[in-house]
């Protein structure tokens, strides 16, 4: 049988494998999602699937002579949520510290440490409903898991983009501690400014301070290069949104007439 695999799914098949056409041995009992994992698409990246035409779900089994193809997952993806959330909790693996703390900058409820092994991973991400990101194809390839992620890029900047495009999750900058996931308060200037330097607390406000860690928060020397974060992500979750509201408000999900 064929398999079609979608334009970016490319980076998951060895490099010396790396075509949009597969053929694949089909012994009648394997099932589609086995026969995509097999090729090395972990099958949370996966999307929607069709066997001869008609849509398949990975459970299908196919027969000899059939043409599969397998999209990517859409994006946005939704996240199914608790009562009362209005944005996916994350669960970061343990190569991912810097993306976390611009994730908590966000404002999104982002857990991290840097000592978890795979297991102690996926057990938390299920317990806490968390989407767990990482590099790391086996992790994905866990068949306990119930919602990962792989994400795209090596520089945090491309991961960051990565994550918003994928998931673009309602945002709520300056919320979170960035050192712990706390939630932060609004604390009063006066009431922490035995703990602020001389030169942070003549030049900078205060905004918040850690329930958690207790950790103060104000708008200080690197406030610049975070402003300019905040500002590129709000921004493109903001563009994300309007072109898919677009999309739903015209019929055929197109622009008539072009
Ligand atoms: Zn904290």
Known sequence: MSIRIAD?????????????????????TSTLGHLVEALGVPLPE????????APAEPSARPVAG???????????QPVPLEPGEDAPAFLLDVHLGTLARRMRLLGLDTAYHNDMDDPALVVQANAERRVLLTQDRGLLRRRALWFGAYVRGSRPDDQLADLLGRFAPVLRPWTR???????????????VERELRRGTRDSYDVYGRCEDCGQVYWRGAHGGHLE????????????????QGAAEAVPNGGPAGT
């Open 46 to 53: 996966a999307g929607p699937m069709t066997l001869g035409g």
């Open 66 to 76: 059939d043409e599969a193809r397998v999209a990517a997952v859409p994006r946005p």
């Open 177 to 191: 501690c960035t050192a712990c996931n706390g939630r932060l308060v609004a604390v009063d200037k006066q009431e």
């Open 8 to 28: 970016e799914l490319l980076i998951f098949l060895p490099a010396s494998r790396r075509a949009l056409e597969q053929r694949v041995a089909c012994d009648g």
């Open 228 to 243: 300019e974060i905040v500002e590129e992500a709000v921004r493109t979750v903001e563009g994300i949104r309007a072109a």
